[in-house]
Structure formats: structure tokens, C-alpha cells
């Protein structure tokens, strides 16, 4: 006599059967392998109507969140570290290059020139930071005339633009150029850290949880060269105390330094991005 089949077991091999001749073979396969690990959950966790009900309840709520200018979805995606995941994936990098992360919404094409060591800081509000950047491939050799964006938010937490009307146009974004040795030198001001919207059903989950909805101080960088991978990145204040518990699972160790007090008043930091060469053909991520 054989192995009683499990409801989950007979559901899933069930969906599979179905969707066996689907015009979309890799949905079906796809939708077929969720379904099953669905099954498989709501079997082990032994999931009743009250609690298919609050999920319900919760995606709706998620759904009417969602509009035009917010994507509740989106959000989740990021709290649960699916939007961390996939970037990883579809990015992956030989051993010892810098990790590749997301670019964020507020991420903007067109940002200023700027000569090495000139500030990006336009109105001047907040406490100084000099970075000494270094660019390299991965056998340790400088890689020059690589351009790097860097975009952040202010010493209050805000883009700019999120607050248009509270600082200038392109305040804190510009565009540096590395000179043969693979160096340059940004001006600008220490970031503060900032809250990924809470105030709709993901932040009330993330409250339930006991998760917190603050993101570590950091900066963004986009690196790019012909030749090398495009390099979408961080670069995280490590005395946050945030640093731990980043609701975007961005923070990685190669992505951590920490601004030093200095002596000209302000702070100062070091840090060396290593790019990985383009697959042949191409030079995007």
C-alpha cells in the first residue's frame, strides 16, 4: 500500500497537471513551483479561514495603497528582501568585485559635472565630508576616466528631490571623472540616515514584526566605464546605529566605512570600488 498523498501534495501535483500543455511553459513551470511551495506552507503552518482572511485583507490593503506617485508593492518587495535578492542575482559579481545594489527612486540621469575635490553640497547646510575615492579592476589596477554619480540625502534625511522647494535643484548630486591613478576627490556633507515609508499596511507590518523602518546614513554611487560592468552601489556610515537592521538588506561589509573626525573641522573617509570587466558584447550590469 502506498504513501497516503498529502492535500498540498495532491493539489500541486494537480496545478501541474493542468498547466502541463500551457502555451507559457516557462510561467507554467514557474507558477507550478509556487504553488506547490504555497501548498507546502499553508500545510505546515496548518493555516485556517481566519488567517487566509487577514492575508486577504492585507493584499487588499496593500492594492488601494498603491497609486500613481507610491507603489505599496514595491515596498513590500523591498521589506521582505526580494528587491535585494533579484538584484543580486541578475548582478552577480566575481568574488572580490563591489556588490552591486538597487539605485533607490530617487536615483537622476543628468547630474552636474564636477571638477575633482568641488562640492556637490549647493546650499552648504550640514557638517563638511571629503571622500577619497578609488577606482580599480580586479587585479588591483587603477581604472581612469571612470565616471562616477554620486546622488544622497542631506543632513535632514531628504533628496532633493523629495523636497524641491527646500533645497536647490540638483543639491547633493554630481558627476566626477577619475584621473589615471583611478582617484577622485567628492566634497560634500555627511548624510543622514531616513525612514522608508511607514505609514501604510507594509509599515504597520514591519510594526507588528518589530522591525524598524530606518535606513543607515549612506550615499549612492553609479560607476561606469566602457570596458567594465556598470557598478550601482552604496556606501554606508558605519557608526549608524541603523547599520544592523536596513529594511533594504543593502548593507554588505565591502559597502561599510566610517567618516573620521579631521582636523580641518568636518569629516573625511576613504574608499576603493572594484569593477569587474563587461561580459563581451555589453557593459551594463
Not at 500551457?22 to 507558477?31: G, N, S, T
Not at 509556487?34 to 488567517?51: G, I, Q, S
Amino acid at each position: 500500500m502506498g504513501i497516503p498523498q498529502t492535500p498540498a501534495r495532491r493539489i500541486a501535483d494537480q496545478f501541474a497537471d493542468r498547466v502541463r500543455n500551457a502555451p507559457d511553459r516557462h510561467l507554467a513551470e514557474r507558477v507550478s513551483r509556487l504553488v506547490a511551495a504555497l501548498a507546502r506552507l499553508v500545510e505546515e503552518e496548518r493555516v485556517d479561514r481566519a488567517d487566509l482572511r487577514a492575508l486577504i485583507r492585507f493584499l487588499t490593503e496593500v492594492g488601494h495603497a498603491s497609486d500613481a506617485r507610491r507603489s505599496e508593492w514595491v515596498l513590500l518587495a523591498d521589506a521582505l528582501g526580494i528587491t535585494s535578492l533579484v538584484e543580486a542575482q541578475v548582478t552577480r559579481r566575481p568574488a572580490g568585485a563591489t556588490p552591486n545594489t538597487i539605485a533607490g527612486p530617487f536615483y537622476r540621469t543628468g547630474a552636474p559635472k564636477r571638477r575633482d575635490g568641488e562640492s556637490i553640497s549647493i546650499d552648504g547646510l550640514g557638517d563638511r565630508l571629503v571622500l577619497g575615492l578609488e577606482v580599480a579592476d580586479l587585479d588591483g589596477e587603477p581604472v581612469g576616466g571612470a565616471r562616477i554619480e554620486v546622488w544622497q540625502a542631506n543632513a535632514e534625511g531628504l533628496y532633493e528631490n523629495q523636497a524641491p522647494d527646500l533645497q536647490p535643484e540638483q543639491n547633493l548630486r554630481g558627476t566626477y571623472t577619475t584621473g589615471p591613478d583611478g582617484r577622485a576627490l567628492v566634497t560634500t556633507v555627511r548624510p543622514k540616515g531616513y525612514a522608508i515609508p511607514h505609514d501604510g499596511p507594509v509599515g504597520e507590518l514591519l510594526g507588528r514584526l518589530g522591525l524598524s523602518p530606518e535606513r543607515p546614513a549612506h550615499l549612492h554611487f553609479r560607476i561606469s566605464r566602457p570596458g567594465f560592468q556598470t557598478l550601482t552601489t552604496h556606501l554606508f556610515d558605519g557608526d549608524d546605529p541603523a547599520l544592523g537592521a536596513d529594511p533594504l538588506f543593502a548593507v554588505e561589509p565591502a559597502l561599510v566605512t566610517r567618516f573620521a573626525p579631521c582636523g580641518a573641522g568636518g569629516y573625511e573617509a576613504r574608499h576603493r570600488f572594484i569593477l569587474a570587466r563587461a561580459h563581451p558584447g555589453r557593459e551594463d550590469a
